[in-house]
């Protein structure tokens, strides 16, 4: 998921004209894009914003951006901590970073912008993607359940399914532009259908099964996985599609 947020954020700022800097000490802007999962995140990205701050000082107009999960944890913290840091932005609007940079330039002041819930699935923004053949394609985002040691829950929110049909348009789209493989995402990925964005999807616990058929009727999509799924909700129906479904590989997370 945080890898493919990042090619999202590749592409709005491609979008925005940012070009990719050659040599990470010729930038003129480091975007994080960070995890929580881990307990030593926090001292991770700390310690790289101290070495990047006397680089900043010395480079005018620099900017540094963080944002992903710590920063939906740490919230204002993170310019407390580092106020060298430009932009802080959450794992539900990372389209705002083109946006935040620019008013943090004009405004000379760091922008702190933490959304409580999905803007847009990031799918449908621009991406800049890093394998010519492979794609990621979000069909849901957030988790409703509450497993005691993680805290995506609390930092992705709800489970929140996008509609089949925009997941089918975009593999399709992906498929025109020769990718051959699409790994389908989701913090609980098999859950798929239980809470649509759209009130006008019903609620459907086999909707992932039959989103797994369909994406066998795109012709030239050569390999479709999935990830992470949850055992509570591997159910029959997924277990069959997967079978009768000739692209689907035979592989599970
Ligand atoms: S199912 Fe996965 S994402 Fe959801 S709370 Fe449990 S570990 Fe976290």
Redesign the pocket.
């Known amino acids: 998921m945080n890898v493919h947020d990042s090619e999202r954020l590749s592409g709005l700022l491609e979008d925005a004209g940012y070009v990719k800097a050659v040599a990470g000490d010729t930038a003129d802007l480091v975007v994080f894009n960070t995890c929580a999962v881990r307990e030593n995140a926090d001292n991770k990205l700390y310690g790289t914003l101290g070495h990047l701050a006397p680089i900043k000082a010395e480079r005018e107009g620099m900017q540094i951006a963080v944002g992903g999960c710590l920063a939906q944890k740490d919230r204002d913290t993170v310019v407390k901590k580092a106020p060298w840091v430009d932009v802080v932005f959450g794992t539900h609007n990372i389209g705002s970073l083109p946006v935040l940079l620019e008013r943090a330039r004009h405004n000379e002041q760091a922008q702190v912008e933490i959304i409580e819930s999905l803007e847009a699935f990031p799918s449908t923004l621009p991406a800049k993607r890093e394998s010519a053949y492979a794609g990621w394609v979000s069909i849901s985002v957030g988790?409703?359940?509450?497993?005691t040691?993680?805290?995506?829950?609390a930092l992705?929110g709800k489970e929140v399914d996008r509609r089949p049909g925009d997941v089918l348009a975009e593999v399709q789209a992906l498929v025109e532009q020769g990718v051959l493989e699409v790994t389908l995402l989701g913090?609980?990925v098999n859950s798929y259908g239980v809470s649509f964005a759209d009130p006008e999807e019903p609620r459907d616990r086999g909707a992932f099964a039959k989103l797994l058929r369909a994406t066998g009727n795109i012709e030239g999509l050569e390999r479709v996985r999935f990830t992470?799924p949850?055992p509570a909700e591997f159910t029959d129906d997924v277990i069959e599609a997967m079978a009768a479904t000739p692209n689907v590989c035979p592989q599970l997370h």
């Open positions: 988790c409703n359940n509450t497993c040691f993680c805290i995506v829950p992705r913090q609980n992470s949850h």
